[in-house]
């Protein structure tokens, strides 16, 4: 599949798991991808990979962001961070750094993407929320902030680009089966008060109908579709890939 040839991506902590998963896929559909991470050696790794340019970046210097300027054509905000603590044990600094990277630093990068966008009449902004951009969970008080704050980001976007062919959405999965996910088993067994082994089904999977973890592929492959020119009419939405999550 080549239909987006001739477009560029930038995906924000592409190096690893859901971003790693959306590289691959808009690159097996044509487009030129830039692996923008944290982590510049694995960041060349996959952009060697896949054809595509590296960015070594920390996206917590929001300071330098500013004034950045970005020429591509499918902006895709992924990058994430996650701690699980109750909110009267939740460090005020932690909180603060989730919101910077999860809600400032993609604002960032779609106020630079959009002037090159709207001049060419085509942009696809989209934004890896969770389900918790529209469900809450005890603990995760900055990372369910941010994601809903992700979602107003989304929405105001799509209703600003709309006339100069630009959409935007947001993609809102369950768990998914990445190394952030794998880190919050210690943590949520803690919070919770349940051994590590107890998580997967008494926590991460306890509202979802389908009880296994989401593939990060399966991601993907719908990140590749609203990248599409299939999708040019969908903007402003929320498309849930939570096993059922969200049906209760």
């Known amino acids: 599949m080549t239909d987006l040839a001739g477009r560029s991506a930038l995906v924000t902590g592409g190096a690893s798991g859901i971003g790693a998963a959306c590289a691959r896929q808009l690159a097996s559909r044509g487009a030129k991808v830039t692996i923008a991470d944290v982590d510049e050696v694995a960041a060349?790794?996959?952009?060697?990979?896949?054809?595509?340019?590296?960015w070594a970046v920390d996206l917590l210097d929001v300071s330098a962001l500013e004034d950045v300027t970005l020429d591509v054509d499918i902006l895709v905000n992924n990058a994430g961070i996650q701690t699980v603590a109750p909110i009267v044990d939740f460090e005020p600094a932690a909180f603060r750094r989730i919101q910077t990277l999860m809600v400032e630093a993609p604002f960032l990068l779609i106020r630079a993407t959009l002037p090159g966008?709207?001049?060419?009449?085509?942009?696809?902004?989209?934004?890896?929320?969770?389900?918790?951009?529209?469900?809450?969970?005890?603990?995760?008080?900055?990372?369910?902030?941010?994601?809903?704050?992700?979602e107003g980001l989304s929405k105001v976007t799509a209703l600003e680009g709309g006339k100069y062919g630009v959409t935007s959405n947001c993609v809102n999965p369950g768990y998914v089966r990445t190394p952030l996910v794998e880190k919050q088993i210690k943590d949520q067994a803690a919070a919770h008060g349940i051994g590590e082994d107890e998580v997967l089904e008494k926590v991460m999977?306890?509202?979802?109908?389908?009880?296994?973890?989401?593939?990060?592929?399966?991601?993907?492959?719908?990140v590749g579709w609203l990248a599409s020119a299939d999708a040019g009419m969908v903007t402003g939405a929320s498309y849930t890939m939570d096993g059922g999550w969200s049906a209760r």
């Open 44 to 54: 060349k790794e996959l952009a060697s990979e896949l054809r595509g340019d590296a």
């Open 205 to 222: 999977l306890t509202e979802s109908a389908i009880k296994r973890l989401v593939e990060p592929e399966e991601v993907g492959s719908l």
């Open 117 to 150: 966008m709207y001049a060419r009449g085509f942009g696809r902004v989209i934004n890896l929320s969770s389900v918790h951009g529209l469900r809450a969970s005890e603990y995760k008080v900055a990372y369910v902030t941010a994601k809903h704050a992700l």
